[in-house]
């Protein structure tokens, strides 16, 4: 899977809440100072690497998300690890909990997600 360029990442954001889309609908969605041709000529660029389909069967095309968010995040992830946290998802969770202070939902997210790795013997 190709790992989506920043400006890309939004426009798949905006289709994994919205769902399939207009270019019209994604533009007035990302509320940028991105014009209008330039979010067009990335979508079509995103459709030639697969990480968007699209539907010419209207005339205004219909975009949808090629690729799901949980695989996109964990490859994004997965990157950032080996490349900024020497292979260590352990430095990444340290920091990102350090980062921001975490609510005490997230906190309470967290503290599951571990009492489960640890239950199944720290495989996700």
């Not at 990442?9 to 209008?36: D, M, N, P």
């Not at 690497?49 to 010419?56: A, C, F, I, P, Y």
Request: proline share 3%.
């Amino acid at each position: 899977m190709n790992l989506p360029t920043d400006s890309e990442l939004q426009i798949l954001q905006v289709l994994w809440k919205r769902g399939a889309s207009t270019v019209r609908e994604v533009f007035e969605s990302l509320q940028s100072a991105t014009g209008y041709t330039t979010a067009l000529k990335t979508m079509q660029i995103m459709a030639e690497k697969g990480l968007v389909t699209r539907d010419e069967s209207a005339r205004s095309h219909v975009y949808s998300a090629a690729v799901q968010a949980e695989a996109t995040q964990g490859k994004m992830v997965s990157e950032l690890i080996s490349r900024a946290f020497d292979g260590s998802a352990t430095q990444l969770a340290m920091r990102a909990l350090s980062a921001e202070p975490p609510s005490r939902a997230e906190l309470d997210e967290v503290r599951a997600l571990l009492d489960l790795l640890e239950r199944k013997g720290g495989q996700p």
